[in-house]
T-cell receptor, first 109, second 116 residues
Framework: GQNIDQPTEMTATEGAIVQINCTYQ??????LFWYQQHAGEAPTFLSY??LDGLEEKGRFSSFLSRSKGYSYLLLKELQMKDSASYLC??????????WGAGTKLIIKP | ETGVTQSPTHLIKTRGQQVTLRCSSQ?????VSWYQQALGQGPQFIFQ???????GRGNFPPRFSGLQFPNYSSELNVNALELDDSALYLC???????????????FGSGTQLSVL
């Protein structure tokens, strides 16, 4: 079967760094997405990785290891507005997105 | 703003009823997908339409059906509503980004459906 695993909830302090991990098992692989979803709102695109390595975009970076079926989202200089759920989603061989349940990130002052 | 709008924002129905949810996506976005998101869960893929034809379907029963129209609007219809159908329903249009070739999803803000 196809499966995406990520932690249910994480807590971090304002100004700190946090890493949200994601492991995936899919039939075929055509890339991995990270989305941010604030409570009561729609998901918004953060990043896409299809090759191994680190993609940096401002305070957010995303890493992929295809051989390990593993990705992480790194958030630096955390701000209170970063409190949200972070969804990991893998694109399978049929180009369908398989979504994780999301990681709720709580930022404390 | 994603340019994708959904209506209504909230809806309350009773078990056994039928519901139609609507989505209007950006001009030029030929693909629209519908997702069901239960509280605390990730979105579950219902189906996708490309140029008015169903282009893929998730593990949902036939009472979930859809339509896509030439004006980039679409509908999700659910018949014989069950209590477990209570969820946030998200519509997403997609566009392949020129240069990177990455297909990005643009989500609407969703319709919160409650079935009593």
């Amino acid at each position: 079967g196809q499966n995406i695993d990520q932690p249910t909830e994480m807590t971090a302090t304002e100004g700190a760094i946090v890493q949200i991990n994601c492991t995936y098992q899919t039939s075929g692989f055509n890339g991995l997405f990270w989305y941010q979803q604030h409570a009561g709102e729609a998901p918004t695109f953060l990043s896409y990785n299809v090759l191994d390595g680190l993609e940096e975009k401002g305070r957010f970076s995303s890493f992929l290891s295809r051989s390990k079926g593993y990705s992480y989202l790194l958030l630096k200089e955390l701000q209170m507005k970063d409190s949200a759920s972070y969804l990991c989603a893998a694109l399978d061989s049929n180009y369908q997105l398989i979504w994780g349940a999301g990681t709720k990130l709580i930022i404390k002052p | 703003e994603t340019g994708v709008t959904q209506s209504p924002t909230h809806l309350i129905k009773t078990r056994g009823q039928q519901v139609t949810l609507r989505c209007s996506s950006q001009s030029g976005h030929n693909t629209v997908s519908w997702y069901q998101q239960a509280l605390g869960q990730g979105p579950q893929f219902i189906f996708q339409y490309y140029r008015e034809e169903e282009n893929g379907r998730g593990n949902f029963p036939p009472r979930f059906s859809g339509l896509q129209f030439p004006n980039y609007s679409s509908e999700l219809n659910v018949n014989a509503l069950e209590l477990d159908d209570s969820a946030l329903y998200l519509c997403a249009s997609s566009l392949v980004e020129s240069g990177t070739g990455v297909e990005k999803l643009f989500f609407g803000s969703g319709t919160q459906l409650s079935v009593l």
